[in-house]
């Protein structure tokens, strides 16, 4: 009997094309699921960084305020243009239009880089407009909002 399952064994050269053909249509099935999962990845973990930077330069605007760094406008109304904070931001690269302004205790940030999150984060962010063009402004708290975060309360100004 062991000689018999030996001889059987032995003959086993390798895969059959059939068994082959089998394996190929499973691969193909598997990367056709992942492939599109993969990209919807890399475009939202773009888009997260590019709201993690916009927290960051918020976050920079509040200390640039807190040393005097920025324009007051008004007794509510306080500006931090791209070059008054750029001491302040650390590994963001800010455009020449990029500011922060904090009015009544609340900061819109106006940032080039927000045209470029993917639609889903443009809808969070209520910056999608109807022609489809993305506009680059938007709130601390949407941001907050946009990356699963809660929205911090206004601050009270005196």
């Known amino acids: 009997m062991r000689n018999l399952l030996n ?6 050269k390798g895969l059959t094309l059939i068994e ?11 990367a056709l699921i992942a492939i599109p999962a993969i990209g919807n ?17 918020i976050a920079g605007s509040k200390t640039a305020i807190a040393d005097g760094a920025c324009t007051v406008n008004s007794k509510t109304k306080t500006t931090c243009t791209a070059t008054q904070l750029q001491d302040y931001v650390e590994g963001v690269t800010l455009a020449s239009g990029d500011q922060v302004v ?13 045209k470029k999150v993917n639609d889903k984060y443009a809808k969070l962010l209520n910056n999608s407009t109807t022609d489809t063009t993305k506009k680059n402004t938007s709130t601390q708290a ?8 809660k929205p911090e309360e206004p601050e ?3």
């Open 7 to 12: 001889k059987k064994l032995k003959n086993e």
């Open 20 to 30: 082959l053909l089998a394996v190929i249509v499973i691969l193909a099935i598997i």
């Open 41 to 57: 990845i890399i475009s939202n973990s773009k888009s997260k960084a590019i709201l993690s930077d916009a927290t960051t330069i």
């Open 102 to 114: 904090k009015e009544n205790g609340a900061y819109e940030i106006t940032y080039e880089e927000l």
């Open 142 to 149: 949407d941001i907050a909002e946009a990356m699963g975060n």
């Open 156 to 158: 009270k100004t005196n």
